[in-house]
């Protein structure tokens, strides 16, 4: 029997991306493996050796910079999330409303009495 493959994922606020950055994510125009969620996106964090094949042209340096501080700790993915942990080490950006992707549509259900 194989043994489970594990990777690291650092859970991080988006208040550690511009909004301009959330926005890109949110119509998938970020050069980078990214998958967008209601309250943030899940993003891969390359290998040390492979930070010199990103498209600064189409990755902001805001997420350059939190891809950096994930390796650094040695993570594999980043959850990014508007509730998630916010971090010393990293800038914070101001947004208006939450920082997420966008606002999910919530809706609420009565039970009957």
Same mark, same amino acid.
């Given at each position: 029997?194989? !043994?489970?493959?594990? &990777?690291?994922?650092?859970?991080? @606020? ?5 909004? !301009?950055?959330?926005?890109?994510i ?14 943030? #996106?899940?993003?891969?964090?390359? +290998?040390?050796?492979? &930070?010199? !094949? ?14 950096? &501080?994930?390796?650094?700790? @040695?993570? +594999?993915?980043?959850? &990014? ?12 950006y ?7 992707? @966008?606002?999910?549509?919530l809706?609420?259900?009565q039970? #009957?009495?």
């Amino acid at each position: 029997m194989s !043994e489970a493959v594990v &990777f690291l994922v650092m859970d991080c @606020s988006t208040v550690h991306l511009r909004p !301009e950055t959330l926005q890109a994510i949110r119509d998938e125009h970020v050069g980078h493996l990214l998958y967008p969620n209601p309250y943030g #996106a899940f993003c891969w964090v390359p +290998d040390e050796a492979d &930070f010199g !094949e990103i498209d600064e042209e189409t990755v902001p340096q805001d997420l350059i910079d939190v891809l950096r &501080f994930a390796r650094k700790e @040695s993570c +594999d993915w980043i959850k &990014f999330d508007c509730d998630g942990t916010e971090y010393d080490e990293l800038p914070k950006y101001e947004h208006e409303g939450t920082a997420g992707i @966008s606002q999910p549509e919530l809706s609420v259900v009565q039970a #009957a009495a």
